[in-house]
């Protein structure tokens, strides 16, 4: 069986090059990453392609350009993929809508008679190429959606209510329109957990285009933690990192509260920060620890930084001065995965707090993965840890209530042990890449031989006055 992952936005290469560094490189590419090797190694009939876009330029990693690469020391019935489409330049995400009819015929003529067997189709940009594929080969496909344009275009609005401006870098008019058909056209949508498919999914904007109510239409199947990379066991290169940590002179008496995303709006680092600073109960309990990448010292470097990104780095800083914290606070660059999970375990051996205050989270794989390091994570009650951590498997805080943020963490260092113990058994029983791969084989699996659609038009990627009435509604 041949399977294909398409994932156009972002990049893969054997190092994570640029993994966290940018908005199109987060947790979807992990995901794609994770589940196509644990696919290959569990079931030796099954080659599998990550089909991603090609581009080079300087700053990106030169595998970039290769038309095919591997991961080294995993099967080579695992292939990435890279068809060009627009330019070769690197085009962020909002802009590669319009270039996905190119990208799929480039990727019918890479296939040429050889075509695959099923696509699984990654977020709106995949899922598009996917019906378009579907329409051109009749080759069927499962639809994860990941992060949904509905829900971003909701909170976004908020803030700037003028349409026009919003989808002048957003384009919300073609991506709602993709997602929409990758809905309906989808032998399958797979999400992550229950809330996602009830939540998410039954937003105005996809009524017509999905009913959540459909069971043969969804398959929850939670991603996993590479626990390879993100457990307990203390190496070398650990060893080297936590030396550096505590010459960097990073507090290290007492715990800490960690602040891992990435800088982004929706994460919402700017709660936690403002928690932190009201609490003097945690002052005095432990530092306030943030990760950045690419950054030896954000108070002088933030000046450097994209637009958003430094909007929200001077606002996190603004309020380290207004409350005086500087001493309280530190700032750890961390330049991969593998540091990241070094840095994890570093904290948790000093009974440190993950904190994950997001507006809303789609899934939140981060904090289980900082769990399974050991730390004991406090996240958003919205979204994906709402189901992840229910049952009080975890500590859950509403992220607009900075007060709510403070009780959790105080919670979390006040029932430490139990805590991690809750998470780390939580991991291992339910989120390992394996049992998500074993996962979508089966819905794969399935679904061939039995899948059929009548042929179908396509209209074109547009939905500004459906989505006008909507936020009329607002
Ligand atoms: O990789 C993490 C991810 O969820 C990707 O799905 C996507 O590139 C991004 O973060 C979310 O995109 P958006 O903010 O446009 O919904």
Not at 161 to 189: C, G, N
Not at 366 to 382: F, S
Not at 401 to 410: F, H
Request: charge should be negative; charged fraction near 30%; glycine fraction near 6%.
């Amino acid at each position: 069986m041949h399977i294909i992952f398409l994932n156009p936005q972002g990049n893969f290469d054997q190092k994570d090059s640029h993994l966290t560094e940018h908005a199109d490189f987060g947790g979807q590419l992990v995901y794609v990453k994770e589940i196509s090797k644990a696919l290959v190694e569990q079931f030796p009939d099954l080659k599998v392609d990550i089909v991603t876009r090609r581009f080079k330029g300087d700053g990106w990693s030169s595998e970039f350009e290769k038309e095919i690469s591997y991961y080294p020391g995993i099967s080579r019935r695992l292939r990435i993929v890279r068809i060009p489409c627009g330019n070769d330049s690197f085009l962020r995400k909002e802009l590669l809508w319009q270039h996905i009819p190119e990208w799929t015929d480039n990727i019918i003529r890479f296939y040429r008679n050889q075509l695959p067997d099923y696509a699984t189709a990654h977020y709106g940009d995949g899922g598009y190429a996917a019906v378009l594929l579907k329409k051109k080969t009749g080759i069927s496909f499962t639809f994860t959606g990941h992060s949904l344009g509905a829900q971003k275009l909701d909170k976004l609005y908020k803030k700037e209510p003028d349409f026009d401006k919003l989808d002048e870098w957003y384009h919300f008019s073609k991506r709602i329109q993709a997602e929409r058909l990758s809905l309906q056209h989808a032998d399958t949508i797979i999400t992550s957990t229950d809330m996602e498919r009830y939540k998410q999914y039954s937003h105005p904007l996809y009524r017509g285009a999905v009913d959540v109510e459909e069971n043969g239409k969804f398959a929850v199947i939670p991603p996993g933690v590479n626990i390879h990379l993100f457990n307990q066991i203390v190496d070398e290169e650990d060893k080297a990192l936590f030396r550096r940590i505590e010459k960097e002179g990073v507090e290290t008496q007492k715990p800490s509260i960690i602040l891992s995303s990435r800088l982004d709006d929706k994460k919402n680092h700017i709660s936690a920060v403002r928690a932190y600073a009201e609490s003097k109960e945690l002052q005095q309990k432990a530092s306030l620890g943030i990760f950045i990448r690419g950054m030896k010292n954000p108070y002088e470097e933030v000046e450097n930084l994209p637009a958003k990104e430094r909007i929200i780095l001077q606002s996190i800083i603004d309020e380290i001065n207004r409350h005086h914290l500087r001493d309280k606070v530190f700032f750890l660059d961390l330049a991969s995965q593998k540091e990241l999970a070094g840095a994890y375990k570093y904290f948790a051996l000093k009974h440190s707090v993950f904190v994950l205050t997001a507006f809303y989270e789609p899934f939140g794989l981060a904090p289980i993965e900082a769990g399974a390091c050991g730390l004991v994570p406090v996240t958003t009650k919205n979204g994906g840890p709402g189901d992840i951590f229910k049952n009080d498997m975890g500590i859950l805080v509403d992220p607009a209530d900075t007060e709510d943020i403070a009780r959790g963490i105080a919670k979390a260092f006040g029932n430490y042990e139990e805590y991690a113990d809750k998470v780390i058994r939580l991991v291992k029983g339910k989120y390992t890449w394996e049992k998500t791969a074993a996962g979508y084989y089966q819905v794969v699996s399935d679904a061939l031989g039995s899948s059929y659609e009548e042929d179908f038009d396509l209209p074109e990627l547009d939905t500004k006055e459906l989505i006008l009435r909507h936020l009329k509604s607002l």
